[in-house]
């Protein structure tokens, strides 16, 4: 396929993000339009492509990001944005196709909602309003309709996930009876990619979906055995609202209750593709397009491989579409509980690294000793490695080798030490300690102690242990510090 110049609206939200570097390593120029160009700093390709600053309403604005352009991505969308969200929509929609007629763009490719239900939400509505926008203009337009996309940072998917993982039992809408037809990102990728190189004249809609037809109440029982958590009960009571239904998102999810509504609201419709005509155009891989479960299991490949960092949205680009991003939402991921503290400290930065890569063993953790020891035999009784294995050097650590019941994940000599929990619990616990330098050449102690629950007891004990984090964590770091600053004294 001859690389083209494309335009990439919505850079910033989950497709556009994960797009872009897709489009770049099939040899495509790429242009992004934005309103706010600080929002793509953290993107890792930033330095790959143009920036073209504009209102996605303003024509001529639009016009001018469009010249040079044969293919537009119209991955704008404006869910959550107020109750007239409708109506901004299809003026944006209308705004863009004028500008695209005006800029004789050869394409238009926009991802819509799949459905063909008639009584429609509002959310389904103003999708298919804009497809309808965007067929009619002049420009040959391709629509693909996907229902729910799964992958890290896919809001129907994080909904999914987050009710399953903190909810073993609940009281569900009828809409956990509605059949859809779930899509991994990775084939979403695959097919707008695919569709830049598509014969100019093709001006229509397809149906995309993976290979699964399943219910969002059998979608929450896979992800439940493939994050190796325990069958859901779930009840379903058809007396809940959808203005109900998106308060009970509201308070078990971290979703904004603003997004939740009109996407809760759109559930009821069915999401099952008529047609798979797409696949004539940009045939199927060799492998097939992924099932639910496969698409899932890589999505939570992350913490199975326990590769978490210190958050979501820090985590590094790998290239895997359904890994998070650095500009995904903070609910984006899955939960992350974190407990973080710093400090200044009267000592040299060799002299707090000398103090942090002797921690554990006989040199201890430098708080509450006896709630360390008690933790330790806790973690014993329940079948666990307790801090029985000590330290192999009291100086030096090496990556890879256990320190009581914690492993050494990342050593970078001077800087951070990350340890990772081998201890009994209902989730995944890592604990960093890092040297940083302030503005003003102050040598300061960073710390920080992440847990990522499974399922509600993960939930469960780390609100119940979060009262003595101030305790055991806020003197852990005074007492590192003060060990420091006795050996700049030993020196000086």
Known sequence: MAPVKCLVTG????????????????????????????????????DQVEVAVADAGDQEAVERALEGVDVAYYLMHSLGSGPDFEATEA??????????????????????????????????????????????????????????????????????????????????????????QPIAIRDVLRYLVGCAGLPGQINRAFDIGGPDVITYEEMMQQYARTAGLRKRLIVNVPVLTPRLSSRWVG????????????????????????????AELIPDPDEGLLGFADAVSLALQ???????????????????????????????????YTDEREGEVDASPEQLWAVIEGVGGKNGWYSFPFAWEIRGLFDRVSGGVGLRRGRRDPRHLM????????????????????????????????????????????????????????????????????IFHAFVFGEMVRNISKAAKSISVAHS
């Open 251 to 278: 308070v078990v999810t971290p979703l904004p209750i603003a997004t939740a509504r009109p996407l809760v609201d759109s559930l009821r419709n069915e999401s099952v593709c008529q047609e798979h005509d797409i």
């Open 91 to 180: 003026r944006i929609a209308q705004a863009f196709a004028l500008a695209a007629q005006e800029a004789q763009l050869a394409r238009i490719i926009y991802l819509g909602g799949l459905t063909h239900d008639e009584d429609l939400s509002a959310h389904m509505k103003s999708r298919l309003e804009v497809e309808e926008i965007l067929l009619t203009c002049t420009v040959p337009t391709i629509v693909l309709r996907a229902a729910v996309i799964i992958g890290s940072g896919s809001l129907s998917f994080e909904m999914v996930r987050y009710l399953t993982e903190r909810l073993p039992a609940m009281v569900t809408p009828k809409w956990v009876n509605t059949a859809t």
């Open 399 to 466: 990556v890879g080798e256990p320190l009581d019941f914690w492993r050494v994940e990342e050593l970078i000599p001077g800087q951070l030490l990350r340890l990772r929990a081998e201890m009994k619990l209902p989730g995944l616990a890592w604990l960093e300690l890092e040297v940083r330098t302030s503005p003003t050449g102050k040598t300061l102690y960073h710390q920080r102690a992440i847990f990522y629950p499974r399922g509600l007891a993960g939930h469960t004990y780390w609100w119940s242990i979060s």
């Open 302 to 336: 992350r913490i199975k491989d326990a590769q978490v960092v210190t958050r979501w949205s820090q985590a590094s680009v790998s290239g895997v579409p359904s890994d998070p991003l650095p500009t995904d939402p903070d609910w984006a991921g899955g939960s992350l």
């Open 11 to 46: 850079a910033t939200g989950y497709v556009g993000g994960r797009l872009i570097p897709q489009l770049l390593a099939d040899g495509h120029d790429v242009r992004v339009m934005v309103r706010h160009p600080e929002r793509l700093r953290d993107f890792p390709w930033i």
